[in-house]
């Protein structure tokens, strides 16, 4: 099965609402990494996590390696956050990076 | 954000024909990945280098593909003979240390690769 677990797969926010988006982990993972990919296909770095937590602006992010899960929260959402986010987690083998299939979110007005 | 340059940006080729694509890393980050996106948004890893040396590759990368990351030149990924299966997003990704084992992965805009 998929090491990397992400959840849901679509979302759809109303402006000024919040949600939060998942990846669990079948392996113990030694860090995570959430990416948006913007509307030209770039993917814009998110968050670096190796434990804890870290917020900046209306994102906010945790990852347990221990629980094997990681969670991208976002609050006040906004039109230009819609995209498609995806989380990256390094397992044991440091030089393996597995990706999520991504979580399509739609902001609405 | 990320200062990782792939060209070209698209590509078209028949089936048979080779398909080469390049990357220019982050300036001191030594450490590579090539990654191919399909049209379900899911990631295969292909290869990854170290400097101008492999670290690791699947099966399909080692008997399919050509690729090389000299030093002072882009990297570059080729595929020998393509096949209509190939077609799909390739990203580059570079970061200063192994993987995530310390550091961020950068990625460039990737290469779309349509094989007709």
């Known amino acids: 099965g998929d090491q990397v677990e992400q959840s849901p797969s679509a979302l759809s926010l109303h402006e000024g609402t919040g949600s939060a988006l998942r990846c669990n982990f079948t392996?113990?993972?030694?860090?995570v990494q959430w990416f948006r990919k913007n509307s030209r296909g770039s993917l814009i770095n998110l968050f670096y996590?190796?434990?804890g937590t870290k917020e900046n602006g209306r994102l906010k992010s945790a990852f347990d390696s221990k629980e094997r899960y990681s969670t991208l929260h976002i609050r006040d959402a906004q039109l230009e956050d819609s995209g498609t986010y995806f989380c990256a987690a390094g397992d044991t083998n440091a030089y393996k990076v597995i990706f999520g299939k991504g979580t399509h979110l739609h902001v609405l007005p | 954000n990320s200062k990782v340059i792939q060209t070209p940006r698209y590509l078209v080729k028949g089936q048979g024909q080779k398909a080469k694509m390049r990357c220019i890393p982050e300036k001191g980050h030594p450490v590579v990945f090539w990654y191919q996106q399909n049209k379900n948004n899911e990631f295969k890893f292909l290869i990854n280098?170290?400097?101008?040396?492999?670290?690791?590759q699947i099966d399909m990368t080692e008997k399919r593909f050509s690729a090389e990351c000299p030093s002072n030149s882009p990297c570059s990924l080729e595929i020998q003979s393509s096949e209509a299966g190939d077609s799909a997003l390739y990203l580059c990704?570079?970061?200063?240390?192994?993987?995530?084992?310390?550091?961020?992965?950068?990625f460039g805009s990737g290469t779309r690769l349509t094989v007709l």
């Open positions: 990704a570079s970061s200063r240390l192994g993987g995530l084992v310390a550091e961020t992965l950068y």
């Open positions: 392996t113990t993972m030694r860090a």
């Open positions: 280098f170290q400097n101008q040396e492999v670290l690791q």
């Open positions: 996590l190796a434990s």
